[in-house]
Nanobody, 126 residues
Framework: VQLQASGGGWVQPGGSLRLSCAAS????????VGWFRQAPGKEREFVAA????????FYGDSVKGRFTLSRDNAKNTMFLQLNGLKVEDTATYYC????????????????????WGQGTLVTVSS
């Protein structure tokens, strides 16, 4: 499975971006797709995840209500819409995939994901 993340860039506080995670080698029909981020000098943080069979979505507390996950089955792509961006959202964002359909507590753990994209940088500043 290869994952290609894109869509990062520079945006002012309050702005929006849409990140994409395109998959090849496997259809996004089962398993769990997650987004994580890591800012310089900080630990990796869970952002959001979608459990693919039931499409249940889960969000980290710091992004809940501002970020939204969606999928395009035809393009085998996951999207992460980032609205109301804050300076503290600045980080490299990674999409990841794991074959099991994890329960909510497990899918927040990055160590459970087997496949990772290369990351896309989001910079929020004025």
């Amino acid at each position: 499975v290869q994952l290609q993340a894109s869509g990062g860039g520079w945006v002012q506080p309050g702005g929006s971006l849409r990140l994409s995670c395109a998959a090849s080698g496997r259809t996004f029909s089962s398993g769990t797709v997650g987004w994580f981020r890591q800012a310089p000098g900080k630990e990796r943080e869970f952002v959001a995840a979608m459990r693919l069979p039931d499409r249940n979505t889960f969000y980290g507390d710091s992004v809940k209500g501002r970020f939204t996950l969606s999928r395009d089955n035809a393009k085998n792509t996951m999207f992460l819409q980032l609205n109301g961006l804050k300076v503290e959202d600045t980080a490299t964002y990674y999409c990841a995939y794991t074959i099991p359909n994890y329960i909510a507590s497990a899918l927040r753990d990055g160590s459970r994901y087997e496949y990772w994209g290369q990351g896309t940088l989001v910079t929020v500043s004025s």
